[in-house]
């Protein structure tokens, strides 16, 4: 192979080239590429070029474009390959000004930063949307939704569902800041007799998202549920959030003493319509993340063991959890984390409930 002349091997591929049609272009340009590794599996790793021949390759290849010459070149690594036509096109123009390498658009990421957002994404099976309130947590703002989903996709993580924004009717616009809305969930428990269904009733106030959960019972009667009512006003009232509306589904739980007792002190019941959940969706949502995040992953032994689920949740929600509507911080914080645009891993502490269920990760002082 090495006695052919170069020359006759070029004229015959030239020849070739020419009188295929694009179909067998390609066909030919395969069976090249198979025949090449074939052949440099024959041969040494390390291939030693003289000056002269890499000048050759250089200017046979500089003009197939970095995507044929990753395809194509074997001889060195693309990368090395595309060193050299640089190299080659500095020598040729020494005056001419440095062309920036950087990519278009915004600076990559810090790693500590990526580390981050991947550790969470493993240990806590979480959404692009949990990360980033919980990267705001930590004060790092620059981060945004869009990057944190690409940064999960690019390690192969499923960047989890999509939440759109939902839209709301003018009367939940208005009141917001003197609206809370309430709902029922039940809960299987396995006691002494049996699997029973335990019920707590759950309100949440629209603007701040704060969550209230009452103590539970198997028996939602009349005097239980506006004995339930009694102990929110005063919730409410110590937390200075009085309700001017209560709204509240159709449920025949909520009976008329029920509303009765928050009419008196001024509070006005409004009832969605039948069917209509989507009217009462910041409970139900509250509701869901409940079950999903914690009543879900635990067989409930008796009425103390859920009241003491509900006391770690409310705490966790109200406290720590990031909520996207309040600018992915708790509804209930002292004071707004410092902006950072970095961070070590060893400022991050983590405190946990419920045996390491629930975690909430927060910045060391400095």
């Not at 240990?123 to 999960?152: C, F, H, S």
């Not at 409930?353 to 060391?364: A, E, Q, T, V």
């Amino acid at each position: 192979f090495d006695r052919i002349p170069m020359t006759r091997v070029f004229q015959s591929l030239f020849l070739m080239l020419a009188s295929a049609t694009r179909q067998e272009l390609a066909r030919h340009v395969k069976y090249l590429k198979a025949e090449n590794v074939l052949l440099r599996s024959r041969l040494p790793k390390r291939i030693d070029l003289e000056p002269k021949e890499r000048n050759r390759l250089v200017r046979l290849g500089r003009k197939l474009g970095s995507k044929v010459i990753g395809e194509l070149v074997t001889i060195v690594s693309p990368a090395t390959f595309l060193k050299w036509i640089r190299q080659a096109a500095r020598a040729a123009a020494p005056n001419a000004p440095a062309v920036s390498r950087r990519k278009p658009g915004r600076p990559r990421t810090p790693e500590e930063i990526r580390k981050l957002i991947l550790k969470w994404a493993r240990e806590n099976d979480w959404g692009y949307t949990r990360i980033l309130g919980a990267l705001r947590q930590l004060g790092i703002r620059k981060i945004t939704r869009q990057t944190v989903k690409n940064i999960l996709k690019d390690a192969g993580l499923d960047p989890g569902p999509e939440r759109g924004e939902g839209t709301w009717d003018d009367f939940l616009r208005r009141h917001m800041d003197t609206l809370w809305q309430s709902d029922f969930l039940s809960v299987k428990a396995l006691t002494k007799a049996g699997f029973v269904d335990l019920y707590l009733l759950a309100f949440i106030h629209l603007g701040t998202r704060r969550a209230w959960i009452s103590p539970c019972t198997a028996h939602p009667d009349s005097a239980w549920v506006t004995q339930q009512g009694r102990n929110f006003l005063m919730h409410a009232d110590d937390v200075g959030l009085k309700p001017e509306y209560v709204q509240h589904d159709r449920d025949t739980k909520f009976t008329a003493s029920f509303d009765e007792l928050f009419e008196s002190t001024g509070v006005t019941i409004n009832k969605t319509v039948p069917h209509s959940p989507n009217l009462n969706a910041f409970i139900e949502r509250f509701i869901q993340t409940a079950r999903q995040e914690v009543l879900s992953r635990f067989v409930v032994c008796g009425e103390k063991h859920l009241n003491y689920l509900a006391r770690e949740l409310q705490t966790h929600y109200n406290f720590e959890r990031s909520h996207s509507s309040r600018d992915h911080l708790p509804p209930v914080r002292e004071k707004e984390p410092e902006p950072v645009t970095t961070i070590n891993l060893a400022d991050v502490a983590c405190e946990t409930r419920l045996g390491g269920l629930l975690k909430h990760d927060w910045r060391r002082a400095a």
